[in-house]
Every structure is written in structure tokens, then in C-alpha cells.
């Protein structure tokens, strides 16, 4: 039972942050209802704003009635952006994950905000091309929104916990042999 102490640990720090920071997540989005969060309108602004710098002839428009932004590409509606559309459900899984995880307070100060910057620029990523998608291959918008964008993102996350496990048995290592050569 010892040696699964640290993996016990783990998946209870793991499951308590997650827990405490969906329930604040969710009373700070209910806070907001019928109209779109502030992070949803973010996110979708930003979209907008993008194409639109870009070159794209985009618009886009609250949803009467939802809490969701709707994004228009070539006078024809695309795609809604919705709370679980704006990654920031996401995010706090990774950041989650590496607090969990534990390790360097001065690697986590740097490792969490590039974390978001990376889920961050790929959200913004996956919207732009689903809004070209949305109205130039709508018969492809379903694999692509449900699966293949989704794949990816999460693959780029499991990547980056796969870094941050390295980057801390790196520093654990070390601290084991210097405390080895000094004894």
C-alpha cells in the first residue's frame, strides 16, 4: 500500500482541486444566465476580432435567448460559442493537473501561464476553422467540431503534462544526486 501513497496522493489532490474549481466555475457562469460569461464573450470577440484582421467578412451577434455569441461568415451564421466553447474549462483541467501534480512553485509560475497561452491560441484556432468549415464544408462541421479539433486539443495537453512530469522528475533527480554527493 506504501508504494502507492504518492498516486493515491495524487488523484485526491487531483479530484479535490478539480471539484472546488468546476463548482466556482459553475456558480460564476450561472451568475450570468440567459446572456453569454464574460469569458464566453471574450473568447468570441477575440474570434471576431481575429478574422476580421485577417480579412474575413465576419460578424457576429448575441443569441436571443441563449448564452452563447453567434459568429457569421460571408452573410451566412457559422457557429455559436457557447460557455464549453471559450477552453476555459480546459485550462483549468491543465492547471489542475500540473498544481495536483506538484512540483517547483517557480517552474508552475511560468509552466501554468504558457499552459494557457497554448490552449488559448489553439481554441482560437479550432473556432476560426470551424467557422470556415460551419460554411464552406458543413457536411464535414460534425467530425471536425466533435472529433478531430477535441483530439487535438487534448492531445496538445496530455503533451504538456507529459512535460511538466518530465521537468519535475528532471528536478527531483537532480536534488537526489546532490543530496547524494554532499552526504
Not at 466555475?25 to 464573450?41: E, N, Q, S
Not at 460551419?134 to 496538445?156: E, N, P, Q
Amino acid at each position: 500500500m506504501k508504494e502507492f501513497k504518492p498516486t493515491i496522493f495524487f488523484l485526491l489532490r487531483f479530484g479535490g482541486f478539480y471539484a472546488l474549481s468546476s463548482i466556482l466555475y459553475g456558480m460564476f457562469i450561472r451568475k450570468y444566465h440567459p446572456v453569454a460569461d464574460p469569458l464566453t464573450v471574450w473568447t468570441a470577440n477575440h474570434t471576431y476580432g481575429i478574422m476580421k484582421f485577417l480579412g474575413f467578412d465576419v460578424a457576429k451577434y448575441p443569441t436571443e435567448g441563449y448564452p452563447s455569441i453567434d459568429i457569421f461568415w460571408k452573410g451566412e451564421y457559422a457557429i455559436s460559442v457557447f460557455e464549453g466553447c471559450n477552453g476555459f474549462i480546459l485550462a483549468l483541467l491543465f492547471m489542475v493537473f500540473v498544481v495536483a501534480f506538484q512540483g517547483s512553485v517557480k517552474k508552475m509560475l511560468w509552466f501554468i501561464p504558457v499552459g494557457f497561452a497554448v490552449i488559448y491560441v489553439l481554441n482560437q484556432l479550432r473556432l476560426i476553422l470551424l467557422t470556415i468549415i460551419a460554411v464552406d464544408f458543413a457536411r464535414h462541421m460534425h467530425f471536425f467540431h466533435k472529433y478531430f479539433f477535441t483530439g487535438l486539443i487534448y492531445a496538445v495537453v496530455l503533451l504538456m503534462w507529459f512535460w511538466w512530469a518530465r521537468l519535475n522528475r528532471e528536478s527531483q533527480a537532480e536534488t537526489a544526486n546532490e543530496q547524494a554527493s554532499g552526504a
